[in-house]
């Protein structure tokens, strides 16, 4: 059984460029999570969905930030500008049902902002 | 509020036994999960207490006190490939806290 996928595993870009993530969840998988981890740190929850509906996305900066998981399967987390405080691993999970079940996580998306 | 304490860092020789101890306070409890997580790699899941006592799972056993708001996660017989990052990660009403983790050495 294929992992939580993700893409691209890294990604350099300068300050105000916009930039977009990628997840492919593991299937049947509908809840779906966006986390952000900084060195040294745990990861901390942006969003969640269960199928096509964001549920908890009161971590996500809505300035600059937005997600979409359009047919409930695949989701996108896009950055518009950038800003060099944004430089993180971005980390998607996905779980059966809701979040009483174990999360599994994709390998993440290094972003450094220049 | 909503707070996590877990030690930075900890130090330890092959062959041993090493506990990690968790201290939480979250706004409603579901559970607690433990994560380990390498250098580089995503989080996998190692266990998950829903109620108190201790679960054990062949070298790796955890341990719950609801009351106390208290976990520790205990390895056994440690190996180098144990070295990693160690999170605890209690569940509040509708999502997972994490904590920063205990980076954990093994040393031959």
């Known amino acids: 059984e294929a992992g939580v996928v993700q893409s691209p595993r890294y990604k350099i870009i300068e300050k105000k460029q916009p930039v977009a993530f990628w997840c492919n969840p593991i299937?049947?998988?509908?809840?779906l999570y966006w986390y952000r981890q900084n060195l040294g740190q745990g990861p901390e929850l942006l969003i969640r969905y269960e199928n096509e509906e964001a549920v908890d996305d009161s971590q996500l900066p809505k300035d600059r930030f937005s997600a979409e998981r359009l047919k409930g399967v695949d989701s996108t987390l896009k950055i518009q500008p950038a800003e060099l405080g944004d430089s993180a691993v971005y980390l998607c999970a996905s779980s059966l049902e809701t979040v009483y079940n174990e999360q599994f996580f994709g390998p993440g998306t290094r972003l450094t902002v220049l | 509020g909503q707070n996590i304490d877990q030690p930075t860092e900890m130090t330890a020789t092959e062959g041993a036994i090493v506990q990690i101890n968790c201290t939480y306070q979250t706004s409603g409890f579901n559970g607690l999960f433990w994560y380990q997580q390498h250098a580089g790699e995503a989080p996998t899941f190692l266990s998950y207490?829903?109620?108190?006592g201790l679960e054990e799972k062949g070298r790796f056993s955890s341990f719950l006190s609801r009351s106390k708001g208290y976990s520790y996660l205990l390895l056994k017989e440690l190996q180098m490939k144990d070295s990693a990052s160690y999170l605890c990660a209690p569940r509040g009403t509708d999502k997972l806290i994490f904590g920063t983790g205990t980076r954990l050495q093994v040393f031959p």
């Open positions: 299937s049947g998988h509908n809840t």
């Open positions: 207490n829903v109620l108190d």
